[in-house]
């Protein structure tokens, strides 16, 4: 787990999300074998980041923790499970001192919450509309220090490709003139699933695809966790040395 520094009563400033020349560029390509390209290279891309926490996370989050959950009757998150998203959701994205928070909760509170929303979505899901994705949000976000964000990730993690993850990248290319006050709100998640769905359905993809077409054409310039000083300067200059 991350150690985090002491918290402090208030969380820090966020910076508004800022897109990249790649994401943009996907974002408004009306070509679907752009984007499947883009969204088969995710893996490499995260590969590419050299952050071994991030890579395991993240293979823990789309690949294991849906099959945990839906092998539960009814299904739920366990409080270690909800711990270790919001370290996948802190390590992929912006770090913000949320993970001793999601700590304090107590395993019935999390059973609880998760078992509410996931049932909300089940019944709603056919069609996600505002009404739907609000049932399903609000049993989250009763819990302490669960954000939109933090709640969009659960849902994610069990809705299927329905629901994408709210994302800084996706964010900043489907919704750059959001007022930075509002960028995590509730109503602009639900304009974000509007805009992923929209695009998705214009390139063949879901929304939960869309956002990681975007996460990996963003990644092609982020900076890696350097190893070295003979490291490239990006990863998408890390993926053309290793083709991973």
Request: hydrophobic share 40%; aromatic share 4%.
């Amino acid at each position: 787990m991350i150690d985090e520094p002491s918290l402090t009563p208030q969380l820090p400033v966020v910076m508004p999300p800022t897109s990249t020349p790649d994401s943009c560029a996907l974002w408004k390509s009306e070509d679907p074998a752009t984007w499947r390209a883009e969204l088969a290279a995710y893996d490499d891309r995260i590969a590419a980041l050299n952050d071994p926490k991030l890579r395991d996370l993240d293979a823990w989050y789309h690949r294991d923790l849906a099959r945990a959950v839906r092998t539960r009757s009814p299904p739920h998150l366990l409080k270690d499970e909800y711990v270790k998203l919001v370290e996948w959701k802190i390590t992929r994205g912006k770090w913000r001192p949320l993970l001793s928070r999601a700590k304090e909760h107590a395993e019935g509170t999390i059973r609880a919450a998760t078992e509410a929303a996931i049932k909300a979505l089940d019944a709603g899901k056919a069609n996600l509309d505002e009404q739907a994705l609000g049932a399903a949000l609000a049993p989250l976000l009763e819990l302490k220090f669960c954000g939109p964000a933090t709640a969009a990730a659960v849902l994610s993690c069990i809705g299927g490709d329905e629901m994408p993850i709210m994302s800084d990248e996706l964010i900043a290319v489907a919704l750059p003139d959001a007022p930075s006050s509002k960028t995590y709100s509730t109503a602009r998640l639900v304009e974000l699933v509007e805009s992923a769905r929209r695009k998705g359905n214009a390139v063949g993809l879901r929304a939960a695809e869309v956002e990681r077409a975007i996460f990996a054409a963003a990644a092609k310039t982020k900076p890696p966790k350097k190893r070295n000083n003979t490291e490239p300067s990006g990863a998408g200059a890390s993926e053309k040395k290793r083709k991973r």
